[in-house]
């Protein structure tokens, strides 16, 4: 995610992802806008796979998946108009790809996990980079909690999500496969 996020040099900016940004709130409204936009695709597209998902198993799982990464969809966005901002982040490619493999009908529900569960790779080594940055926050504490506490919920849907893959059958990968993406 830092790859994707501006830069501007500041002596007394704030320092995150190897980069100096003007202040906290610019990193902050960088980073929960690209959240933000991911998150509320991802509730939307993991709804519709759980409405034609044939395993009650993975069904059950991807309801309640996708809830939470609807909320946490609103709250970011919300958080961005409190901070007097607006929401502008396109869509990464990442989350393109997965949701056009979660909505491709050729593929079954095993098949959609298994992806999805490779291309993630460790939820550890996906989503630690947020819990590092919201660490490093000293003025938003708001945002702050937000984070720690999706943070939580991205490493609760990434473990589900692959015991799940697991528990089917689906194929085991290693973590030389992992693919590094934004959250
Ligand atoms: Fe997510």
Redo the contacts with the bound molecule.
Sequence with gaps: MASHMSTESDAGGFAAFGMNFASEREAIIGLIDKIQV??AC?GVALSSWAETCQIPALRGGLRMIAER?AF?GRIFSQRIRDLGAECQAPLDRFSIESEACIADPNLTDLEKLTSLVERNGDPETLISPVLAFAELLTEDLETKEALKLYYAD?IS?GNWLRDMCRTLGGKQQSASDTIPHA?
């Design positions: 991911a998150e991802a990464e946490h991205e849907s959250a």
